[in-house]
Structure formats: C-alpha cells, structure tokens
C-alpha cells in the first residue's frame, strides 16, 4: 500500500525579536498579562524599512524554509510535482503565495495550490498532500505554512487582545510515496461556519466596490476580530475531540502516541487538552514562548523543532491538530 510520508522538514523566522516588554511600550500592557493568558513571551517580527513594508516577503519565508526541508530530504528539488501553501496572509490579493514559492525555488512548473484555512491549514495541507498521492496524481508534494502577521495588527489600545498573539514565521515538509509502513496513517477535518465572524477579518471584502473604504479603515474593520472566550471554549474541545477521532480512524490508543504537536495557539488551550488526555508534558510540543502563533506555520515550525531536539524517532507515532478561524479544525495522525 503506498503511504504518504514526511521525508525532510525545515523552519525560518525572522532575527528581530519583539518580548512582551516591548509591547508594553506601545499599547496598554505587560509581560505578566500576557504571560498569564497566553504562555507567549515573545515573538518574531519581521524587520520593515523606512515605509513600513517587510524587507522580504511571506513567500520568501516560504522558500527558506523549503529550502532546509527539501536538504533534509536529501531530493533533487524538480522532483517535486506539486506545491500546497497554507496562508491566511498572501502576499498579494491574488494569486496566493504557491505560485511565487514554485518561482523561488526555481521549479520545472510544479503544481501549486494555497490553503486559506487559517490556524488549520497545515493540518488541511497534509491531509491534501496524502490525497494527491494516494490518487497517483503526486509523488512528492511539498506542504509550506507561513504567516506575515505583524504587519496586520492593531498596535493600539483597540487591538491590545490580539496584537499580543501573534508572530512571523514559515515551516515547510516534504512528503513522498513510500511502500514503507510509514507516513499519514488518518486524518480528520471538520468546519463550522456558524462561528466564522467570532474569529475573522471583514475587510477588505469582495462585494465591496473598490474591496475596502476609508469607513472600514477609520472603524478597523481590516484588523483581526476575535471572541476570544467563546474560541478558547471552542478550542479546547475540539482539540480534543479530533485526537480522539484521529486515533479512532487510525486504530491506536492515545497511550501508543509518542508526541502531540498542535497548533500553538494559546498554552492555556494546550494544557488544558494534555490534561484531558493525560498526557505527561514531555510528550507533548510547545514552543509558543519563544514564537507566539504563526497561524499554518505553527506545527510545521514546532515538527521542524521536534527533529532537530531529538523528540522524533523512526517508528513514533505523531498528532498534529489545529483549531482556528472558519471555525474548522482536524488533526493528522502520522507514522514517523
């Protein structure tokens, strides 16, 4: 039976790093607060020149990382057929990011598709990457998420909930056909949409001539809007739900699973499923202190992690689950 297996990873984020004392310094504040709420101490920035704008760019994150997963998996990079970049911060309206990643790499017109899931979207791309190559269409897909968030947030009082959270930063896979009793054993994904305006951006907005006003700008209708309460409630129990359907479908037990890796959304959340589960902390990824969350590049950012720290063997069985805007969630069960 050909499986769909993770060959290489890799990771990149930006050198400037922004503490929480830092933003205390900016907007209403501290490192306590923050600390108390979200287990995030700091995060990376991308650095900006003297008009505001990043000196690279999100898809450029995309290539670094891809590079270093690419190296890790020892292939000659033209063998990759197609491309799944999860984003929910393109670097331009349209088209999404896959396309300047398959010209940044330098590819032999690889297939490339984005994934505009959100916090989700890593979890939707290994999903899709396993389908593509159990349908023979692929053989060797590489799964990009990466986030340009600092430069949509609110740095003011009105955006102090949210402006807090969230970092810059890109992780790539490599995932092959393989014969090997190994690779993406399940996964599950799910949505509701009843919940998409508690956790979202309105502008700018397709229906709107022109996509955006001065009105929207004067209100902040272009910064991210979150319900914070009622998405940690949400959270919470679907994290731990789709673990629980994942290992279902996979046909093992939470106690055979040698390391969770979710979506770095908030610690509270992870704790708050690792105790549910019972799971020791060592067997579960956190790397939200140092990163804050990168949206789609949180689990592939902690995966890369958890290979270079050793926490990753041959044979190990491995969840990634993610939660976040649409609301959708899912979660991959994988044979390392």
């Excluded at 309206?93 to 598709?113: C, K, R, S, Y």
């Excluded at 959270?165 to 799910?190: C, K, M, N, P, Y």
Aim: glycine letters at 10%; one cysteine or more; a negative charge.
């Amino acid at each position: 039976m050909t499986r769909a297996a993770i060959t290489g990873t890799g990771f990149w984020v930006p050198e400037r790093i922004v503490t929480n004392d830092d933003l205390a310094g900016w907007i209403d504040t501290s490192d306590a607060w923050i600390t108390e709420r979200s287990g995030i101490s700091e995060r990376r920035w991308l650095e900006r020149d003297d008009q505001g704008r990043t000196l690279i760019t999100g898809a450029e994150m995309g290539a670094r990382a891809a590079r270093e997963a690419i190296a890790a998996a020892n292939i000659d990079k033209n063998t990759i057929d197609q491309i799944i970049y999860a984003t929910l911060n393109p670097d331009v309206f349209f088209p999404g990011n896959g396309v300047f990643l398959e010209h940044l790499l330098e590819l032999n017109t690889a297939g490339a598709m984005d994934i505009r899931n959100q916090c989700t979207g890593f979890v939707y791309g290994l999903a899709a990457a396993d389908g593509f190559i159990q349908s023979g269409l692929a053989r060797t897909v590489l799964v990009v998420g990466g986030e340009v968030q600092s430069t949509a947030l609110d740095l003011s009082d009105r955006g102090r909930d949210i402006a807090v959270l969230f970092g810059d930063g890109a992780g790539a896979v490599v995932v092959q056909a393989t014969d090997e009793d190994r690779g993406i054993l399940a996964s599950v994904l799910h949505s509701q949409g009843r919940y998409a305006r508690e956790l979202f951006a309105e502008a700018p907005v397709a229906t709107e001539t022109g996509r955006i006003t001065a009105a929207m700008i004067d209100e902040g209708r272009h910064f991210p809007h979150m319900n914070g309460k009622l998405v940690f409630q949400h959270a919470t129990r679907r994290f731990t739900e789709a673990i629980e359907e994942v290992l279902r479908k996979g046909g093992v037990d939470i106690g055979d699973v040698a390391l969770l890796i979710p979506h770095q959304a908030n610690q509270r959340i992870t704790d708050a499923v690792a105790a549910r589960l019972e799971l020791p902390a060592e067997r579960v990824f956190s790397n939200i202190a140092r990163y804050g969350n990168t949206t789609a590049a949180t689990i592939p950012i902690a995966m890369a992690e958890a290979v270079r720290a050793g926490r990753i063997h041959s044979g190990d069985l491995i969840v990634t689950v993610a939660f976040g805007s649409g609301f959708t969630w899912g979660a991959n069960l994988i044979r390392w």
